[in-house]
């Protein structure tokens, strides 16, 4: 598959259909190497991965699950019981965050940076024959799991990108909008 062929098939894979075996060490270096390639005003490389394998995913179902049980009012069981599985299913998690510093770039060029970055990282999956789905909400965006992940006070936790291989009976990809929705020309 030629590269815009990749492009134009890659598609978002729910979590419960991706499986082991995942990505190898140096499949995930190859799609790290192309998430550092994204657009970077000033050099400000803001991109940080932490990546989630092994007995780490029981972790991070666990720190899911008390910071859940932590919010007010707290979520519903059947939320709690997806977050708890979640990291689980897949083999790989990537918590993706951004790395925002004062700077004469503004903070929502860096954001834009991070989420080029994770573009990448997706199309990079995809391209190796991976299923793989980025996913923000509540979880991403709590405080104390960014903390009990390990990002610094300057660092913000946007998602968690996870991979693996595809399981029998993925959806298949989603239709995609008519560009003329989406696209006109500006004459001035």
Known sequence: MNSLESLLSRRSVPVPFLRAPGPSQPEIDMALDAALRAPDH???RPWRF????????????????RQMRARVPPPLAGKIDKART???????????GAHLQAAKVPEIEQLLSAGAAVMNLLNAFHSQGYGA????????????????????ADERCLGFVYVGSLADGAPAAVRRPERDSFVSEWTG
């Open 50 to 65: 932490k990546l989630i394998r092994g007995a780490a995913r029981a972790h991070l179902s666990e720190l899911f699950v």
């Open 42 to 44: 000033n050099q400000l």
């Open 86 to 96: 979640m990291p689980l299913t897949a083999p790989l998690v990537i918590a993706v």
């Open 133 to 152: 789905i980025w996913l923000t909400g509540d979880n991403a965006y709590d405080p104390a799991i960014a903390r009990g992940l390990g990002f610094g």
